[in-house]
T-cell receptor, first 117, second 112 residues
Framework: KAGVTQTPRYLIKTRGQQVTLSCSPISGHRSVSWYQQTPGQGLQFLFEYFSETQRNKGNFPGRFSGRQFSNSRSEMNVSTLELGDSALYLC????????????????FGPGTRLTVL | AQTVTQSQPEMSVQEAETVTLSCTYDTSENNYYLFWYKQPPSRQMILVIRQEAYKQQNATENRFSVNFQKAAKSFSLKISDSQLGDTAMYFCASNTGNQFYFGTGTSLTVIP
């Protein structure tokens, strides 16, 4: 079974630009979560999508948005990029159903390394 | 909000020795899962071990085991017979429903 894939793997942008990152979950997984990882802050939760609906949201400004498609693929968008947005963005998928699988683990993608100049 | 605390930013261990990574969490839920994830220098995060809160028995996966103290809300990871490939960032996480909560990580270096 293919793992979680993220594209692109590396991205360089300048301040003020916008960027879109993509995540394809493991087949059968309906939940996709996004995290921002920086050396000093660890993993910061951005949001989680389940069946095309944002189910949970972290404490990030409105410049960070996302969506999920009917095939469970998800995109994350950051508008008006700032230097502080430079980070590794991780996507994770899981079944996400509210039955016994709700507590299963998340499977992570390799991440997209975003550098803002 | 849930919190997960890892108080050891960096640790090192001699190859073949045993090391314990600490994690405490805060939750008011009765049913939850706890996880340890490993992120090697290549950056792909993988699951090491998980513990169901309603199970008293500590989880074990080969050289990895946990010490789960529910009353103290403590969930430490013990790595026995450390190997060079264990060098990585280790994240403790809790899941009480739809959302996962991660600690800030412990960078473990195994010294040859």
């Amino acid at each position: 079974k293919a793992g979680v894939t993220q594209t692109p793997r590396y991205l360089i942008k300048t301040r003020g630009q916008q960027v879109t990152l993509s995540c394809s979950p493991i087949s059968g997984h309906r939940s996709v979560s996004w995290y921002q990882q920086t050396p000093g802050q660890g993993l910061q939760f951005l949001f989680e999508y389940f069946s095309e609906t944002q189910r949970n949201k972290g404490n990030f400004p409105g410049r960070f948005s996302g969506r999920q498609f009917s095939n469970s693929r998800s995109e994350m968008n950051v508008s008006t990029l700032e230097l502080g947005d430079s980070a590794l963005y991780l996507c994770a998928s899981s079944f996400g159903r509210r039955v016994e699988e709700v507590y299963n683990e998340q499977f992570f993608g390799p991440g997209t390394r975003l550098t803002v100049l | 909000a849930q919190t997960v605390t890892q108080s050891q930013p960096e640790m090192s261990v001699q190859e073949a020795e045993t090391v314990t990574l600490s994690c405490t969490y805060d939750t008011s839920e009765n049913n939850y899962y706890l996880f340890w994830y490993k992120q090697p220098p290549s950056r792909q995060m993988i699951l090491v071990i998980r513990q169901e809160a309603y199970k008293q028995q500590n989880a074990t996966e080969n050289r990895f085991s946990v010490n789960f103290q529910k009353a103290a809300k403590s969930f430490s990871l013990k790595i026995s017979d450390s190997q060079l490939g264990d060098t990585a960032m280790y994240f403790c996480a809790s899941n009480t429903g739809n959302q996962f909560y991660f600690g800030t990580g412990t960078s473990l270096t195994v010294i040859p």
